[in-house]
């Protein structure tokens, strides 16, 4: 089993192949979003349903747009640096 690698050090404003449009309107499938985060497919939907990572509904499929899983991340490296400190 390959090691998850820690999405939260890449800073989303400067990361050199995503444009800000690509922020707003790339969506993503809960398994990309697993992948990115380093978790379990089934981690990825708890998370999008108890609205922590907000997602949009189309058809009966869920997305997550890029942005809001970069302010995921960023968040979450806050409250984790918080808590060290």
């Known amino acids: 089993m390959r090691e998850p690698i820690n999405q939260a050090v890449i800073d989303p404003d400067t990361a050199p192949s995503t444009s800000n449009a690509e922020m707003l309107t790339r ?17 990825a939907y708890e998370l999008i349903q108890t609205g922590d990572l907000p ?11 890029l942005g809001d899983l970069a302010r995921f991340i960023e ?8 808590d060290a400190e």
């Open 75 to 82: 968040h979450q490296a806050h409250i984790t640096l918080g």
């Open 27 to 43: 969506l993503l499938k809960p398994t990309e979003v697993a992948e990115r985060l380093g978790v379990s497919r089934s981690t």
């Open 55 to 65: 997602s949009l509904k189309i058809g009966r499929c869920r997305r997550v747009l």
